[in-house]
């Protein structure tokens, strides 16, 4: 969390612990999987960040690529199936034996499990392409309907502009989930985006991130977070230039070597853990 005096408005209420575990268990289970999201919960992390699309028929569900080949047994674009169909194929055994039969999960699923173990959630939009206004209105009315109860609300961004103006056009920014703009590279000229979509933060890539570039955008009231940072060192430097948060996938070396950062927040808002023993009783596969 960045100190400074005259920090603007938005750089306070800030809910998040400063690491995420990026596609819910990094490297450690398959991608995007309720699996993955017990493995980042089981490693101490507090936060998990995923990707989020629509299947053909219009239901919100967690896969990162256009098409489902990298990540499931099946072929072709994820947007051409139905929920039905997606929840058919196996998105476990890619990443091993252990976790064959695991499916790819609907958002909803995902919300009520997160919120039984207590973690916080970076919702990313990730659209087919084509689909990214539907998708961005779709899954900000879904992140509001989900986490109606909960005091900390999910953290909302996109690469997409277009997913963001939409999910922006759901609610105004008092009532709706916060939003972050994702960026490969960090660039001064994205304030005025930041803030014409009422963003709170600005997610680029570590490797072109400066110290300059944190103080400006901090300065400017918007948290500063980079993906996906998997080298000790880096994220070193990285806390040390003062950024608000990292995702990564090196899950079991960071939560050792950065323990204070997985439930580092500050916070007073604190939701209760739901504690469904009925939904947490049938767990995904631990490797
Ligand atoms: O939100 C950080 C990171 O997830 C963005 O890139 O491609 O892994 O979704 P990607
Ligand atoms: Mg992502």
Redesign the pocket.
């Known amino acids: 969390m960045n100190s400074n005096s005259d920090a603007a408005p938005l750089l306070q209420g800030w809910p998040y612990p400063t690491l995420f575990a990026?596609?819910g268990g990094g490297k450690l289970a398959p991608e995007n999987t309720l699996a993955a999201m017990k493995c980042g919960y089981a490693h101490g992390y507090g936060a998990v960040?995923f990707?989020v699309k629509l299947s053909a028929d219009n239901i919100a569900i967690l896969l990162?690529d256009d098409t489902v080949d990298r990540t499931t047994d099946g072929e072709g674009l994820a947007t051409q199936f139905s929920v039905a169909e997606l929840e058919k194929l196996d998105a476990g055994a890619w990443h091993g034996a252990a976790y064959e039969g695991e499916r790819i999960p609907r958002f909803s699923a995902v919300a009520k499990y997160l919120h039984g173990l207590g973690l916080m959630a970076?919702v990313?939009i990730?659209p087919s392409p084509g689909r990214e206004a539907e998708t961005g209105k779709l899954v900000a009315e879904l992140c509001q309907e989900l986490w109606r109860d909960r005091l900390v609300k999910p953290l909302i961004?996109s690469?997409s502009v277009d997913a963001l103006r939409a999910a922006r056009r759901v609610s105004p920014q008092a009532l709706l989930a916060p939003m972050g703009l994702?960026v490969d590279i960090p660039d001064e000229s994205q304030l005025d985006l930041l803030q014409s979509l009422e963003c709170v933060s600005l997610?680029c890539h570590h490797a072109k991130l400066t110290a300059e570039h944190v103080r400006f955008f901090h300065h400017h009231g918007f948290h500063v977070?980079t993906?996906?940072v998997n080298e000790v060192d880096q994220l070193a430097a990285l806390l040390a230039i003062g950024v608000d948060g990292i995702?990564t996938d090196n899950l079991e070396v960071m939560a050792k070597r950065f323990a204070a950062q997985l439930h580092d927040s500050g916070r007073d808002m604190q939701d209760e853990q739901v504690l469904d023993i009925d939904w947490l009783g049938v767990p995904p596969p631990m490797p």
């Open positions: 990026h596609r960040e990707d990162h970076n990313e990730k961004t690469f994702l997610h977070l993906y996906t995702f």
